[in-house]
């Protein structure tokens, strides 16, 4: 049999490619941004997201993405994906992996492979943990910080565009001053919202902001996600209180 590697086209052949996203942890906003900097690897052969697709519906409608639904147990997301890594890499079905996580629980799966000899790639957002990042063979962040706008340039309007509201103020730690920091999170709460055009149940809402902000709302003096809602009625407005209420943005 013909060695292949001699062959004068072998070079050109581009190395196949396999993302594994992290659904749970990574913003189907993101899926546009993920697959051109896959592409700059690779052949992008295999396109995965898992995750409890019931909380995160914005994945069905990702184009390109094969949606693998991980179920309600803990860390249910993250063990199918490792799992499945391993399978691919294992059985040569890709020649470099890319998970898309900011998650550092992942560092274990990647340093694994990277000793193995395989060619590993993270991609995540700033938030993403040193000991990820160093696991991988390298790192790319998905979406870089941007720099913080003064507090009167920050509006929350159906007008403006949703670009606006990720470039707020970062929400720091701590218990948050009403004053000072009300808008960066309004901003980020109308664009969760957003995202779902009959409005997002309240006890969702909390999820989300908990995974891809790092935010409880105990940091707030608002007690409640209720309670911060209705005080804004130029933004929100709530269902009647009940385990499936939802919110609504203000048009």
């Not at 994945?59 to 997301?77: D, L």
């Not at 629980?105 to 993403?128: N, P, Q, Y």
Request: proline fraction near 7%; charge should be positive.
């Amino acid at each position: 049999m013909n060695d292949l590697s001699t062959h004068p086209l072998a070079s050109s052949i581009r190395p196949r490619v396999a993302l594994l996203v992290d659904g749970d942890n990574m913003s189907h906003s993101h899926a546009g941004s993920l697959i051109l900097k896959s592409c700059k690897h690779g052949a992008l052969t295999i396109k995965r997201v898992y995750g409890n697709m019931a909380l995160h519906p914005g994945w069905n409608q990702a184009p390109g993405f094969k949606v693998v639904h991980s179920g309600t147990g803990k860390n249910a997301a993250d063990i199918l994906l490792a799992v499945e890594a391993m399978a691919l890499m294992l059985k040569a079905q890709a020649d470099i992996l890319i998970i898309a996580s900011s998650d550092g629980d992942f560092s274990h799966l990647a340093l694994h492979l990277t000793e193995d000899g395989h060619h590993v790639i993270g991609l995540g957002e700033d938030k993403a943990p040193d000991k990820f990042r160093k696991s991988c063979t390298s790192f790319d962040v998905v979406a870089p910080k941007v720099p913080a706008l003064p507090k009167s340039s920050v509006v929350c309007s159906p007008s403006v565009p949703r670009n606006l509201a990720a470039a707020a103020k970062p929400l720091s730690m701590g218990k948050l001053d009403p004053v000072a920091q009300i808008d960066p999170l309004i901003c980020q709460i109308r664009d969760h919202i957003a995202s779902d055009p009959d409005g997002m149940r309240i006890t969702l809402l909390s999820t989300r902001m908990s995974k891809s902000n790092a935010f409880q709302i105990s940091q707030t003096p608002y007690g409640s996600w209720r309670k911060l809602l209705t005080a804004h009625p130029a933004h929100f407005t709530c269902d009647p209180v009940s385990p499936t209420a939802r919110v609504h943005l203000k048009t």
